[in-house]
């Protein structure tokens, strides 16, 4: 008969490095530290699990609509945060502390962008701008399609055609003599046309006369020699302005310093990518698009890295980098494959992480680390420890942040956020979170909801935390175990807390330990004199507390504090045991 030596106990569990969940394998194969569950418990960069903060209502709008886009920063002086809920567009003024409403939209998810001193709002049917006072459409660019045109015509081609406007202007060098001018168009439409001769106004039919069908001018006196004759009319050609405005998602990029904006997201054009005229947020050409593989699978996000742009499809992913047409005289982008078999599923949805884009496809998070050439190794899956709690979700929906303050990675989907702390890569979630849209105002971080616009701050909500270690079975499978207590180091603070439940092979429910582990410092902050202890030390504290743990195999363990208006952060957790005989 096999005999023991029992007289030895094994080395006690200690864990005072956190590593957050783990999904990828199961509850008996994980690491020491590592969790099979872990919510509104976040991993600080020294791997201590902390409750997370709660949130508050910053703004509440009396309604359910979701809040369709946010914006914070200073215009015409003035520090502040815009915001888009049930058709109508907010600005609230840090200063004054006021929440104004400034105009309407369309009540749609929208985009809203900083660009040469205005904000623009793109929300799939309007395209709007607001210069810190008023709130309007666009304004369209007048191109100018031809310059040092003889009146008989032709001309130097010179500005495309806007896609936002009919509008067009040409520019004419007099001779003295003809008094008929031919435009670059015909079948004009009947709005009235402009004209200048040397900057001084002239108006139809008192100075000149159209034929609109052939768009020829007829001046009642010729323009003098060497005269600058300028010519404007309109002529809108269908859809062309739908090819802007129906667009979704924008971003800023170009060579130099971001001098273009790049839009995408058109359900009618789904895999159609447009920039602007350099610097002009007001001028789309018509010549400035590229269509980027089948119309069958959308683009759906298009972020900048270094000096090019990846390219995110349903399917697939591309990347494009400016060249200077010699013959256009324009910076074009022309688009190359990088994987044909990676993309990214939810719109507007990538994130630039440690200078890594990351995408959603396939039930995983994808991060970047090579997109110089076309390869399928240039990407890899960072979310495996998720793997359960993905592949139930649908991706196409989630609305992400990059809390660069903390080094987190967000994936909100439903009321849920996954979380990558890619400052000491370890994983987990935050619930009671549903968020529209995130901003970080000032390192703190607000989000978007339905109705609302809520913040994170304090303590100031019950916070279902909680966190299950794995099972462990001290590296012996076929022994019994008794532990008798357990050490636990907490952070002090004015009001902290900890409960540990633990749980064995031979039992279904979870047994509380013998004693909360508590501590309240004298803070007259938060004086509450049922709980008042003096107590002034602030450095770590450890616990001794008994459980009765007999005769098993396999032990897990879970803390929760769950308490309203309290902090927690756990520093150490310490259990020893004693063997006995071969379990049955």
Known sequence: MATFNLSKPPEPIEISTYLGINEAVGETEIKLGEATKQVNWRITQNHKPQKRTGHKTFINYANTKNVQGMWRGTIATKNILISCNNGKVYEYNFSTLLNAQIGTMTDAKTTIFYFESKLYFLNGVEYKEYDGTTFRDVDPYVPTVAIGTPPAGGGTPFDAINLLTGKKKQEFFADGIATVYQLVESEIDSDTMTCTINGVTKTEITYFTVVRSTGIVTFSV????????????????AGNSDLVKKNKYAMINGPGNDTAIFLWGNPSAKNRRSWSGTL?????????????????????DIKPQYNRQIIFKQDRTHYSYPEWNLTAKEWDYPVYDLNNKVGNEAYNAVQVVRNNPVSLAKQSWHEWTSTSVEDERNESVISERLRISLSALDLSTAITFDNQREKEYWCNIGSNVYIWNYGNDTMYVYSNISGTCFLDVGGVIYYGSQGTIEYFEGTCEVIDDE???????WGNIELRKNSREIFTSIYPDSQTSLNVFY????QEAWKPISKLME????DLNNVNFNNFSFATNRNPQTFRRKIRAKKYTYIQFRFTN???GETCT???FKVSAEMQGVTK
Do not use: C, Q
Request: charged residues 20%; glycine residues 6%.
């Open 280 to 300: 002009k947020a007001n001028y789309f050409p018509v010549i400035n698009f590229t269509l980027i593989g089948s119309n069958e699978f959308a683009i759906t």
């Open 562 to 564: 769950g308490r309203l």
């Open 467 to 473: 966190i299950i270690t794995g099972f462990n079975a």
């Open 222 to 237: 010729a323009p003098a020699d060497e005269a600058e004759v300028i010519l404007g009319w309109t002529k809108v050609e």
């Open 570 to 572: 756990i520093l150490a």
């Open 519 to 522: 501590y309240r410092l004298f």
């Open 503 to 506: 749980r064995t092979n031979r």
